[in-house]
């Protein structure tokens, strides 16, 4: 065994400390108080043993663990809260049944695509000042994602940026607990007048048209 190298079993027991699939070679450098370059050749040894996977630059997965590509959010960013918004946070609340390609990320940091082993993520950067109205996931503690309302206006927010690009949507199912109150509440919250004014419209219209498909469907429900 190098002199330079952590011993693997050692390195196995700590990750089994942490009690989760993911985990970094910071936490396992500060836990056995090894470097991390003594810890990154351990795992670089176990990963060629096909005991663990790396997923991102210090970040790990046990093989044979359930890794979410969800799970892995909070440690893509360190230094940064971000949280799941725009069309991937409109799939999980089953506004969009489409499932995105890539996992959408809200952060007040510079955009930028991250790709990793188990997913691609876009991050995009919104102003410190509208970086809010998000929770954890179910409660769970697992990620952070924005209420469907905020990840309506975040898009729109966005597109107003992008050339469109995620201004226009496959068909939108809204819920009987979707409040078009708080939407508009939250375009009222962008710091930017022309961002604002151009959300507020786009609100106006998905409004109408989803107003105009739901009195269609009732109409059909009486007949």
Same mark, same amino acid.
């Not at 890539?102 to 102003?127: F, N």
């Given at each position: ?10 390195? &196995?027991?700590?990750? /089994? ?51 979410? +590509?969800?799970?892995?959010? $909070? ?13 991937? +946070? ?57 209420? $469907? ?12 940026? /992008? ?49 105009? &498909?739901?009195? /269609?469907?009732?109409?059909?429900? /009486?007949?």
């Amino acid at each position: 065994m190098k002199a330079n190298m952590a011993e693997p079993k050692s390195v &196995i027991s700590q990750i /089994k400390k942490l009690g989760r699939p993911i985990f970094t070679t910071f936490e396992l450098a500060a836990q056995s108080g090894k470097s991390s370059s003594t810890i990154t050749q351990s795992l670089n040894y176990l990963c060629r043993q096909g005991v663990v996977f790396k997923i991102y630059r210090g970040i790990w997965g046990e093989t044979g663990g359930a890794v979410s +590509a969800y799970a892995v959010i $909070p440690f893509l960013l360190p230094r940064a809260r971000v949280y799941v918004s725009f069309v991937s +946070a409109l799939h999980l609340h089953g506004i969009i049944g489409q499932i995105p390609r890539i996992i959408t990320l809200a952060s007040t940091t510079h955009t930028k695509i991250m790709k990793t082993s188990v997913a691609t993520y876009a991050v995009h950067r919104i102003a410190p000042s509208f970086f809010s109205g998000f929770a954890w996931y179910k409660g769970t503690g697992s990620f952070l994602i924005a209420e $469907p309302e905020k990840a309506l206006v975040d898009s729109l927010y966005l597109s107003a940026r /992008k050339n469109k690009q995620f201004g226009h949507f496959p068909e939108l199912d809204f819920s009987e607990s979707f409040s078009f109150n708080r939407a508009f509440g939250w375009a009222r919250r962008i710091p930017y007048p022309n961002i604002r004014t151009y959300v507020k419209k786009r609100l106006d219209e998905i409004k109408e048209q989803t107003h105009g &498909i739901n009195f /269609k469907h009732l109409e059909k429900v /009486k007949g």
